[in-house]
T-cell receptor, first 115, second 111 residues
Framework: DAGVIQSPRHEVTEMGQEVTLRCKPISGHDYLFWYRQTMMRGLELLIYFNNNVPIDDSGMPEDRFSAKMPNASFSTLKIQPSEPRDSAVYFC?????????????FGPGTRLTVL | EDQVTQSPEALRLQEGESSSLNCSYTVSGLRGLFWYRQDPGKGPEFLFTLYSAGEEKEKERLKATLTKKESFLHITAPKPEDSATYLCAVQWLRGTYKYIFGTGTRLKVLA
């Protein structure tokens, strides 16, 4: 299996621009999670989906952030408009609830820099 | 408030010098506690899941243990390739499958 795939790996944009991050979870997994990692705040959960339905978006910092999962093999996280404080590494993870270890599998991340 | 605290923030060991990392939590109703390893520029990689107090898991030089309030990751005779950030996360029983992550311990093992 290819694991969780994220694109792009690096994104540099200017303040005010729209940014779209993409994620392909592991086939067959029923949960998908979006995280943000910074030095100051560590790894924070933004939103997660179960069977393509958003379950908990309480971690989404503000209305500028939105996430969708149109099908089981694709999800997007959009920031519009972007601000310098959005600079971070964004991770997508997927899991199959009920497997032995209940672990989440993380993608390689997207490093976002907003100038 | 549910919290996960890891200590120390950073740790430098000589090769072969055993030590332990701590993860304490105040989650009420634990579903599971997870340990992950994260290398620079990569996503976290799963190591262990612990479900109940008294449980232990081992993998090579690593052993994870769990009590009712904390978990330890013991590293025996570490090697330079064990250098990484070690993250713990908890999942609680209140009907969700999300994690709360600690801020991690940055481990450096010197040759």
């Amino acid at each position: 299996d290819a694991g969780v795939i994220q694109s792009p790996r690096h994104e540099v944009t200017e303040m005010g621009q729209e940014v779209t991050l993409r994620c392909k979870p592991i086939s067959g997994h029923d949960y998908l999670f979006w995280y943000r990692q910074t030095m100051m705040r560590g790894l924070e959960l933004l939103i997660y989906f179960n069977n393509n339905v958003p379950i908990d978006d309480s971690g989404m910092p503000e209305d500028r952030f939105s996430a969708k999962m149109p099908n089981a093999s694709f999800s997007t996280l959009k920031i519009q408009p972007s601000e310098p404080r959005d600079s971070a590494v964004y991770f997508c993870a997927s899991s199959l609830v009920g497997n032995s270890y209940n672990e989440q599998f993380f993608g390689p991340g997207t490093r976002l820099t907003v100038l | 408030e549910d919290q996960v605290t890891q200590s120390p923030e950073a740790l430098r060991l000589q090769e072969g010098e055993s030590s332990s990392l701590n993860c304490s939590y105040t989650v009420s109703g634990l579903r599971g506690l997870f340990w992950y390893r994260q290398d620079p520029g990569k996503g976290p990689e799963f190591l262990f899941t612990l479900y109940s107090a008294g449980e232990e898991k081992e993998k090579e030089r690593l052993k994870a243990t769990l009590t009712k309030k904390e978990s330890f990751l013991h590293i025996t005779a570490p090697k330079p390739e064990d250098s990484a950030t070690y993250l713990c996360a908890v999942q609680w029983l209140r009907g969700t499958y999300k994690y709360i992550f600690g801020t991690g311990t940055r481990l450096k093992v010197l040759a």
